[in-house]
């Protein structure tokens, strides 16, 4: 079996997926187990909407349970470095060549990435450029979509933990 990709998660996202999972655990399951009971008292199941439902919500439910669990117990919270690379936990502040646009990125674990929440996976393709590189370092980012390619020009103009 080949090696397994790492899990990083901040102290925060790991708190998230711990609430996540007791709420799963001691809120919704019982819930589920509920209707679950419920749509059976209705009599043929073969017929019955309500339990075919619940069953498909209960599956869901306990996947996502597995999930969480799993990346719990493997997870690596990300403690940051302070060597003055960007990293996993890095927050970066860059500056676009095009119009001096400035935005701060956070570097984190695939788990946690939200593009919309300026959260990077740190396999994307921003954080591979920038990998382990210094303040004031200039990067070319060749972005490919579908039917276009564009090159972004930008510069690290500010880094910081974002665990401190």
């Not at 711990?18 to 001691?26: D, F, P, V």
């Not at 719990?72 to 990300?78: D, R």
């Not at 940051?80 to 996993?88: A, L, M, Q, T």
């Amino acid at each position: 079996m080949g090696k397994e990709k790492e899990i990083y998660l901040t102290s925060e996202g790991f708190l998230k997926l711990e609430e996540e999972l007791n709420e799963a655990k001691t809120v919704k399951r019982p819930q589920i187990i509920k209707d679950l009971k419920e749509a059976r008292a209705q009599g043929d199941l073969s017929e019955n909407a309500e339990y075919s439902a619940a069953k498909e919500m209960q599956g869901r439910l306990e996947d996502r349970i597995k999930e969480i669990e799993y990346t719990l117990e493997h997870a690596t919270i990300i403690e940051g470095s302070n060597d003055g690379k960007v990293c996993v936990g890095s927050v970066i502040t860059v500056k676009y060549d095009d119009d001096d646009e400035e935005e701060e990125y956070t570097i984190v674990g695939t788990n946690e990435a939200d593009p919309f929440s300026n959260k990077i996976s740190n396999e994307s393709p921003v954080f591979n450029t920038t990998l382990l590189s210094d303040i004031f370092e200039n990067f070319l980012l060749n972005i490919s979509n579908y039917s276009e390619k564009a090159n972004v020009n930008y510069v690290i103009i500010l880094l910081k933990l974002s665990i401190e």
